[in-house]
């Protein structure tokens, strides 16, 4: 595989995905073709960014020297720090670039929103107070890629924001926190060696496992409580829950956790994807 490919870890990208999908199914016949293909681009390609920038930053600080998940770049050499750094800010770029396309098509205060994004990817890990080695990373993870993310194209798109859209981004937060959830998880004990306190290792293995599990489960619960019928069709993937709950809470660990990340991230688009074919019917 590429090695530029690898780097931008695609099993996380549903993140990015579902919450545009979600949004764009809610503002039903109000939507537009132009500004959620932008809104699509902003989110990948910043979540491409915050991959690259973390491979950069974890890289330069010696925190992925013996990582147990996929491959990064700078640790394993198969790139040098200034290439994945150049590869962080192309892609925040291309964000940039949308971002501002999809401000002159609605709001000039998208602009700040999309500035603090940015500034936020890259300080998860970079910089010389990282906040995901405080163990704030899911709470960026659900303000950018629920809230914002959800909320914001639904605002590009019909140029207000209701309490429906509010709820409605909750699940996609909470299942783009799963994701992280599970890669910290599954990092933990590496991370607490090199003094990483994600919220994996302020938790505990144990409650770190419940933890994914709730998150989970309030996904399922607040996209019912939209009290949309229609949102029942997100029970089919109940499966796959379940699935991957009875494996992290069974004590999977290590590298045995590589493929729960990239089926956490499945769930989210299936969820995802269910959730807004319910929208758009209702």
């Not at 109000?30 to 809104?39: S, T």
């Not at 890289?59 to 770049?73: E, Q, W």
């Not at 964000?95 to 401000?103: C, F, P, R, T, V």
Request: charged share 10%; glycine share 10%; with cysteine.
């Amino acid at each position: 595989m590429n090695k530029w490919i690898l780097g931008a870890r695609h099993r996380t990208l549903p993140a990015a995905i579902a919450p545009v999908v979600v949004a764009t199914a809610l503002a039903g016949s109000d939507w537009n073709w132009i500004r959620a293909a932008l809104a699509l681009m902003v989110g990948v390609w910043l979540q491409i960014g915050v991959n690259y920038a973390n491979d950069y930053s974890d890289g330069v600080k010696g925190s992925d020297a013996n990582r147990i998940g996929p491959t990064r770049l700078v640790a394993s050499g198969l790139a040098t720090a200034a290439q994945v750094k150049r590869a962080a800010f192309l892609s925040f770029g291309i964000a940039a670039i949308a971002g501002i396309w999809l401000s002159l098509l609605s709001s000039p205060w998208l602009l700040v929103v999309g500035a603090a994004a940015i500034a936020a990817a890259w300080g998860y890990t970079g910089g010389k107070n990282p906040y995901g080695y405080s163990g704030l990373g899911e709470v960026s993870v659900f303000i950018f890629f629920g809230l914002t993310a959800t909320v914001g194209t639904y605002y590009t798109q019909t140029g207000g924001v209701t309490a429906l859209s509010i709820l409605c981004a909750v699940p996609m937060g909470l299942l783009s926190c799963a994701i992280l959830a599970v890669n910290n998880l599954r990092d933990r004990a590496q991370d607490e060696l090199v003094g990483k306190r994600t919220l994996a290792v302020r938790l505990g293995d144990s409650n770190a496992r419940k933890g994914f599990v709730v998150l989970l489960a309030i996904a399922h619960v607040s996209a019912l409580a939209t009290l949309i019928p229609e949102s029942l069709l997100t029970l089919a993937v109940l499966p796959l829950t379940l699935s991957l709950s009875r494996s992290v809470i069974s004590g999977t660990s290590g590298e045995a956790l590589i493929p729960l990340l990239g089926k956490t991230g499945k769930l989210q688009m299936f969820f995802g994807a269910l959730f807004a074919l319910a929208l758009a019917i209702q």
